[in-house]
């Protein structure tokens, strides 16, 4: 028997959005950080994109909240980041 893959075992959680209140924004820059611009391609649900103007945004819907971009970005200050509100966010589903 083979294990189940990240990507299956990820696809049993359930996300609530919190419309209108992300939990983590990005404060308005003009050239990202090479932490924040890491976060591209290391979120790894996704969150973070790079535009064509070279910033980086990010949609925080489907945000497993593990910390990463918290932790990477914690020098340069770029991110606020908040838990979400109670019972919005990442609905976790064990097993
Ligand atoms: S907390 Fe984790 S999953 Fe959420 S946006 Fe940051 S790196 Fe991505």
Known sequence: MTAP???EKLF?????VDAGRPHIRIRPHEKPSAALL???DTCPAGCYL????GTV???ADG???CGTCRVVTQ?????EWNYPRGGFGI???FG
Not at 50 to 53: I, N, P, Q, R, V
């Open 38 to 40: 890491a976060m591209v």
């Open 50 to 53: 790079e535009t064509d103007k």
């Open 12 to 16: 049993q959680n359930r996300y609530l």
């Open 5 to 7: 893959r990240i990507e």
């Open 75 to 79: 020098k340069t200050g770029e991110i």
């Open 91 to 93: 609905l976790f589903k």
């Open 57 to 59: 945004e990010i949609v």
């Open 63 to 65: 945000c497993i909240e």
